[in-house]
């Protein structure tokens, strides 16, 4: 895997600001846009969809995921998720779960305190592997 300091994050963070002006939030108004590296290469990204059922709303994550599948699947590798002002933001609690089952514990998450893996960010991780045993 790319290292860290390899992979330009600023061009990452452009991806999902982009994705994040496409966010559907009309109820929060929190708009969030999240971008991914694939292991093949690919960049992928996603926006946070709202609906009136407000439990029914989709995070970034959600559409990024399905991105990654719908186009040749594989793993991802590195992540980073901006808020409404561009800013770095921390993925929400189901959705570090939900980075994890195409990303591993090695997922390379873009973070406020920095890049780290996903294994800090969801330690003693439920995925997979519990599944195959
Ligand atoms: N949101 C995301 O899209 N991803 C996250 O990781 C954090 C939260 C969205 C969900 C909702 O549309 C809005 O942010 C406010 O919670």
Redesign the pocket.
Known sequence: MTPAADVDWERLRAVARDAMSRAY?PY?G?A?GVAALVDDGRTISGC?V?NASYGL?L???CGLVSELQNTGGGRLTHFT?VDGNGEILV??GR?RQLLYEFGGPGLLLETPAGVMPLSEMLPQAFGPGHLAK
């Open positions: 939030a929060s929190y969030v946070n709202e709303s995070c970034a994550e998720c993925p929400c959705c």
